[in-house]
């Protein structure tokens, strides 16, 4: 069974930086596209970044900002949020994809983690 464990959320000032860590099991990590997402209460849930072997992906808004890793040996990928705003402050979901072809849909996820909050003071 696949899980997938959030973890680095917190409390942070605008212009800070979060490193958001997902530990993932139960799957061949390596094989998986991994992706991170986000959801405000009442709105749906958007997509931020994902990692297909080495290729990363970004939704514009985090552009520049956002990077995502992935330690294959570690089963681990890594989001290093950087320059925070007020409106990132939200939950923060790791997710994952069976097989390598990458994707910005949230739905065409098939894990998720529980989430962790992650929030940004003015």
């Known amino acids: 069974q696949v899980q997938l464990v959030e973890s680095g959320g917190g409390l942070v000032q605008a212009g800070g930086s979060l490193s958001l860590t997902c530990a993932a099991s139960?799957?061949?990590?390596?094989?998986?596209?991994m992706g991170w997402s986000r959801q405000a209460p009442g709105k749906k849930r958007e997509f931020v970044a994902s990692?297909?072997?080495?290729?990363?992906y970004f939704a514009e808004s985090v552009k520049g900002r956002f990077t995502i890793t992935r330690a294959n040996a570690k089963d681990t990928v890594v989001l290093q949020m950087n320059s925070l705003k007020p409106d990132a402050t939200t939950v923060y979901y790791c997710?994952?994809?069976?097989?390598?072809?990458?994707?910005?849909?949230?739905?065409?996820?098939?894990?998720w983690g529980q989430g962790t909050q992650v929030t940004v003071s003015s």
């Open positions: 139960g799957h061949t990590f390596s094989r998986y596209v």
């Open positions: 990692i297909a072997g080495t290729s990363t």
């Open positions: 997710a994952a994809r069976i097989g390598l072809v990458p994707t910005t849909e949230v739905h065409e996820y098939d894990y």
